[in-house]
Nanobody
Framework: QVQLVESGGGLVQAGGSLRLSCAAS????????MAWFRQAPGKEREFVAA?????????YADSVRGRFTISRDDNARNTVYLQMNSLKPDDTAVYYC??????????????????WGQGAQVTVSS
């Protein structure tokens, strides 16, 4: 069983930055994917970014590529970050950390992930 706890959400003006953190417990990741999804009011949950743990491969949604960076903390094992720069009002959503243990490459759909955090609100004002 894996537990995920997010932190770092908040309110920021357009053009600003925020960093989200996700700490996983209950399982040591030697492989698998950790990812960020987001869900805005009235919209479906959408993929933001993913990191494959065994080789560090990352993938991004087109809407955030070049502005967001997913990374891991090799010292604090099982911790992943989402650095969000040049934020836009359209980035406003609840951001969810997700994890799965198979390490399948290119996993960008919510159904592919077995474990979810509680969500962190990110609000970008114009």
């Amino acid at each position: 069983q894996v537990q995920l706890v997010e932190s770092g959400g908040g309110l920021v003006q357009a053009g600003g930055s925020l960093r989200l953190s996700c700490a996983a417990s209950g399982e040591t990741f030697s492989q698998g994917n950790m990812a960020w999804f987001r869900q805005a009011p009235g919209k479906e949950r959408e993929f933001v970014a993913a990191l494959r743990w065994n080789d560090g491969t990352t993938s991004y949604a087109d809407s955030v590529r070049g502005r967001f960076t997913i990374s891991r903390d090799d010292n604090a094992r099982n911790t992943v970050y989402l650095q969000m720069n040049s934020l836009k009002p359209d980035d406003t959503a609840v951001y969810y950390c997700a994890a799965e243990l198979t390490g399948i490459a290119g996993l960008t759909i919510p159904l592919g992930y077995d474990y979810w955090g509680q969500g962190a609100q990110v609000t970008v004002s114009s």
